[in-house]
């Protein structure tokens, strides 16, 4: 068997080798009016439309897509590799790996053409519109553990740009034992041999590079779910701490001659990103989705234990993987402007535009322990917050200012109910006063909220809370603020009627908007007394959003959010820093410039000098302050004080004013353009070009950078005209 995928593969290459390289292949050279033209012969069914030919092996799957000057392949051994095994050879060419769990919820894999352990597959291929149905039978067999026994659909459909694969008519033999948990869908595609000059586009945080012509010391692939995970299937209670969750379900392969980018078009909220290079099992790069059928549900049984079972009933969806391929190798500015492209042809990005503004983040009061109860703890009345702003609006009015902890107890007991205003600080005649006199200076204010969250033992009750699969309530740490606090989880319906009885109140006190915490980022399902799955509690959320008459601030919001985000908090300006992952890029900066205004974590709490303050120009993010009035100390024993260490405006006022004149003096020059490109055009010295005609130079070195008859200075930027 491998000899006989040795051969195929060098026919392919030999192919591909032997078509000339054309110049970037824009979507505008297929002809929109061509008709699929199937043929085939009796190896191979093909289908032709537009620009591509696809070519299918009628035993093996295999596949490849073909413009004038470059071949794609499903999944290529290399035919000078000796010291691949059957096992990882079978995965990089099957069409599928598929993954089953047994009766106790432990998980095998095997491939489809895996000769070492040779489950029966059978295959029936059909012509449909634009491409190819396969029906495959999977039958594992080999196994001591029960088998697993799966027919599905493969659905192979040419378009203008590329190939869409989509799985859908999944049906499992009731006798089987073993049920289906994952399927990873054509691994190989895209996939290079060794070290080479291509590199893949990784979404995670600001963007990841993962250069393939450098070896890595990591050990471990990349593995990331989309819209993080779902802690109401698999855990009772989880402390959930992410480093950058993957809110993009896409990536890019970039080759020496061709690229091609990855966009999950249905199933995103099962789907999850793997990425591996060399090294890691064998000497291949590729990156790929693996889609979630059933999870491993921790059962409980009472006393505190648990068992693990396959969850019952499959996830109902049709993983739709949308394949763009080009025949240049893009950088990353340009796999930025082709996903902005293609998001904005599905009314996927923000409908707003960007304004640089400095965020100034208000914490009003919180409580802590008292010798009978909690004491409220006072930090900054709406008075207070009237005469900073007043003081700061010396350096201009691009400021929005954000409250939080404005409700009766504070911080630590604002949720879900937030309103009304605590007396203390002002009510909300103070606060709505407040608001009137920043509109008069031109500054919008929002309140701080979450809806999805409540603090256990203090706010929601009953019908309110979500139940996990054990029928226990859903509950996690504080993991948007660090705290030890934990966290009981809404059902969508209540979240969903906060926001109306939200936009009430917060209308009435002349509020701009809400900055929203968790709402647009976590995602959960919900069980028993109300019954959502994932893609249920994602509708409602969108409808309930959606309909919002007010501003909407939302924290690291996910792709089907974004719509409606007029304000994105907490805006990365690095990846995870996984070490597979070579070099953090602003592509998340670029697919949303000019569409809304990207805001970092309150700066203040994590300060890091110069440095960070010009990355946020490199990166386009607008600093945010959270301060207070009061001395921090106050709020020692508070829930607050574990992540608020130094708040004090009497001791930030002068670098504020600073970030203002470094950050935002700058970043106005480019309101609502488009970061089009960037480019590094001296060691530590960088180019960012925006669609209106601007260039933002940014120096991270040690000397002095002379361009455009200006000198930049070091640890500093400067804006000049594009060349």
Excluded at 17 to 45: F, Q, T
Excluded at 494 to 514: I, N, P, Q, V
Excluded at 695 to 713: F, L
Aim: glycine fraction near 8%.
């Amino acid at each position: 068997m491998k000899a006989i995928w040795k051969a195929i593969i060098t026919m392919s290459l030999v192919a591909a080798v032997a078509a000339s390289v054309g110049s970037y292949a824009y979507l505008s050279r297929a002809s929109k009016g061509d008709d699929p033209e199937i043929s085939g012969g009796e190896d191979n069914m093909e289908v032709s439309y537009g620009r591509f030919t696809l070519k299918l092996d009628r035993s093996t799957l295999h596949f490849t897509v073909s413009s004038d000057s470059h071949t794609w392949d499903s999944g290529s051994i290399d035919p000078g590799d000796e010291a691949i095994t059957s096992l990882r050879e079978a995965f990089l060419v099957s069409p599928a790996t598929i993954y089953s769990l047994s009766p106790t919820g432990g998980e095998t894999s095997f491939s489809m053409f895996d000769t070492g352990h040779a489950p029966t597959t059978t295959i029936r291929l059909s012509s449909e519109p634009n491409g190819i149905r396969a029906r495959i039978g999977v039958v594992d067999g080999k196994r001591a553990a029960p088998s697993l026994s799966l027919t599905f659909n493969i659905h192979y459909i040419l378009n203008q740009d590329g190939l869409t694969l989509k799985v859908d008519g999944i049906e499992e033999n009731p006798e089987s034992t073993n049920k289906l948990s994952r399927i990873a869908l054509y691994p190989g595609f895209g996939s290079s041999y060794k070290l080479n000059s291509g590199y893949m586009l990784i979404p995670d945080g600001s963007g990841a590079i993962i250069d393939l012509s450098k070896k890595t010391d990591a050990q471990s692939a990349l593995q990331l779910s989309t819209y993080g995970k779902d802690f109401a299937v698999n855990a009772s209670k989880r402390s959930y701490y992410a480093a950058e969750q993957l809110a993009l379900p896409m990536y890019g392969i970039a080759g020496e001659d061709s690229s091609m980018m990855a966009m999950v078009e249905s199933g995103q909220e099962y789907s999850e990103l793997n990425a591996k290079v060399m090294g890691m099992a064998d000497d291949y790069n590729c990156a790929y989705f693996r889609f979630l059928f059933r999870d491993v549900i921790y059962q409980y049984q009472g006393m505190d234990q648990f068992k693990t079972v396959p969850q019952a009933e499959m996830n109902s969806f049709e993983p739709s993987v949308h394949y763009k391929l080009y025949d240049s190798p893009l950088s990353y500015s340009e796999y930025a402007s082709e996903y902005r492209q293609y998001l904005q042809g599905k009314n996927l990005l923000p409908k707003s535009s960007s304004s640089a503004k400095l965020r100034l983040d208000f914490l009003m009061a919180d409580s802590k322990k008292a010798l009978f109860g909690e004491d409220l703890v006072k930090m900054t009345s709406a008075d207070d917050v009237k005469s900073i702003v007043d003081e700061l609006s010396n350096e201009g009015n691009r400021y929005e200012v954000s409250l939080r902890g404005y409700t009766a107890g504070g911080l630590s007991h604002s949720y879900p109910y937030s309103l009304p205003v605590d007396g203390a600080i002002g009510g909300n005649n103070g606060v709505h006063a407040l608001i009137s006199d920043l509109h008069d200076k031109g500054i919008s204010t929002n309140l701080q909220v979450d809806m999805l969250r409540s603090l256990e033992g203090k706010g929601a009750s009953g019908n309110d809370l979500a139940l996990n699969v054990s029928q226990k309530q859903v509950t996690t740490n504080d993991y948007v603020n660090g705290t030890s606090n934990e966290f009981q989880r809404l059902v969508p319906s209540k979240t969903a009627s906060l926001m109306k009885e939200y936009e009430r109140r917060a209308g009435e006190l002349g509020a701009d908007g809400f900055d929203f915490q968790s709402l647009g980022f976590d995602l959960y399902s919900t069980f028993f007394h109300e019954v959502n799955t994932r893609s249920q509690s994602k509708k409602a959320y969108v409808d309930a959003i959606s309909s919002f008459g007010l501003g909407r601030h939302m924290r690291k919001p996910n792709l089907y959010m974004l719509p409606y985000c007029d304000g994105y908090l907490d805006a990365p300006v690095a990846c995870s820093s996984f070490l597979i992952e070579t070099e953090s890029i602003p592509f998340l900066s670029m697919l949303l410039s000019g569409k809304v205004n990207l805001y970092s974590s309150p700066i203040n709490l994590n300060y890091l000098g110069r440095e960070q303050l010009l990355k946020m120009v490199d990166y386009g993010v607008c600093p945010s302050y959270l301060l207070t009035k009061e001395e921090t100390m106050l709020l020692i024993d508070s829930p607050t004080s574990s992540f608020v260490h130094t708040s004090e405006y009497d001791l930030w006022k002068d670098d504020v004013a600073d970030a203002y004149r470094f950050v935002i003096e700058t970043l106005k020059q480019v309101d609502g353009a488009t970061f089009s490109s960037r480019e590094q055009i001296s060691q530590n010295v960088f180019r960012n070009c925006y669609s209106n005609g601007k260039d933002i130079i940014v120096n991270y070195g040690d000397s002095p950078y002379a361009i455009g008859g200006k000198e930049v200075p070091s640890l500093g930027s400067a804006v000049i005209d594009h060349e």
